[in-house]
């Protein structure tokens, strides 16, 4: 069988994230108000600044961030956050919440967050340590939410910037409501062909962590997406191992995999992450693409709904069709 791209296509089953009721947030206009939260680490104040800055060029109206102090590397105390991140979602007069900035500190709001407005979800914008928090949202309550831009990291660059953010991509996330739009993935083919699937993941680190925990990301029929920085080749070989070992590959219809910038090998001539990548999960057989600017990326940064339906062809540098709106009026 093949599809629109006239390559080999996954057969497509319902899964049970596919049964179940997903929840869409109301799409951002002109008079929307966006609210700045901090779950993790905190950033510096010009970069949020300059962050806050281009929300307001982009049109939409920002609320005064909650006041918070730093407690070592995390942006405020446990308590602080998490109070911080209830109340903003509990808002009626805020439609979206965007990360200041990832770091570490996301995953202690989790247990015991209580959300009581589950029905009524909110633009969750962001990337990085945020990954655990979309995941939460996603295995607890079928929340879409949004693999993008923060204000001290990449709405502070600005638009079209290195390590900045891609404009079209953001605001057909945050604003399409009539359909679906396509994604240039600006990658490299591993695998060829063409998959169906619901797009899911974040940062590879965080994806791996929440193995064992009662949000443990479901990945059957998934279109995986896969990024991070910092980190050895061995170290992403070890993470994409324990999510093979763990069973996280067996159903997936296809992988988009970052571009893993500051991932150097530590030995001339020593196996890259693309290597690894290309080892350990071209044998899985479903479509591949490698170096797409998603999340920690020189490139300007593309924006990624997570929970919606798309195809992923490998075609050229890889496209990821949004079947679905992300967001409803």
Known sequence: MTGRFGLPIARESASQSERATV?????????????????????????????????TRLGWQVAEPAATHNDGYFAGTMTTRRNELRSALERDDVEALVGTRGGYGSNYLLDDLHISTSANPKIILGFSDLTSLQIYLWQRFQWVTFYGPMLAAGLDAGLGAPQGYDQKSLL????????????????????????????????????????????????????????????????????????????????????????????ETPVAGSPTVRDVC????????VPIVFGAPIGHTMRPMLTVPLGVKARLSTKGAGVLEILEPAVVS
């Open 23 to 55: 929840r869409k947030p109301r799409a951002l206009t002109t008079h929307s108000v966006v609210m700045p939260f901090a779950p993790a680490s905190p950033a510096e104040a010009s970069r949020i600044a300059a962050g806050l800055a281009e929300l």
């Open 172 to 263: 057909a996330a945050l604003q399409n409501t009539v359909g679906g739009w396509s994604l240039d993935l600006q990658g490299e083919q591993l695998t060829p062909g063409e998959a169906h699937g619901r797009v899911l993941g974040g940062c590879l680190t965080l994806v791996e962590t929440t193995i064992g925990t009662q949000w443990d990301l479901q990945t059957d029929d998934a279109i995986l997406v896969l990024e991070d920085r910092g980190m050895k080749p061995w170290q992403v070989d070890r993470a994409l191992m324990h999510l093979k070992q763990a069973g996280k590959f067996t159903k997936v219809r296809g992988i988009v995999l970052g571009d893993f910038p500051e991932c």
């Open 278 to 285: 290309q080892r350990i999960l071209v044998p899985l057989g």
